[in-house]
């Protein structure tokens, strides 16, 4: 939760925000923000309002591509297979098993 309370602090400091500004951009006010970037627990669905506010957007990656889309993003590396393709054909097997343990 640390790494996202500071891109949020740096986010919303880049768009010249206070936290109290986050009042009339999200309707939260000073002391629950404040919360939050202090590393406060917070519900999904409010995390999702302060990243709706602030012009960014939550994107989960699987595990195992995680280092490619870093590349991707850094601009170090190149997309050697389509990230959006079917998966492998044990794919879906070793989902199940792993809701079965």
């Keep these: 939760m640390l790494e ?3 891109i949020l602090e740096q986010r919303r400091k ?3 925000l206070t936290q109290k500004d986050m009042l009339m951009r999200i309707g939260m006010s000073q002391q629950q923000y404040q919360r939050i970037e202090s590393g406060g627990d917070t519900r999904v669905s409010t ?3 302060i990243l709706e506010g602030m012009g960014l957007q939550l994107r989960l990656v ?3 591509q995680v280092a490619e889309v870093d590349a991707l993003l850094n601009g170090t590396g ?3 297979r389509n990230i959006l393709s079917e998966p492998d054909e044990g794919h ?3 989902m199940l098993k792993d ?3």
């Design 4 to 6: 996202i309370t500071r």
């Design 14 to 16: 880049s768009l010249g």
């Design 47 to 49: 995390l999702l309002r």
């Design 62 to 64: 699987p595990e195992e």
């Design 78 to 80: 190149r997309l050697e």
């Design 92 to 94: 879906w097997d070793r």
């Design 99 to 101: 809701l079965e343990d």
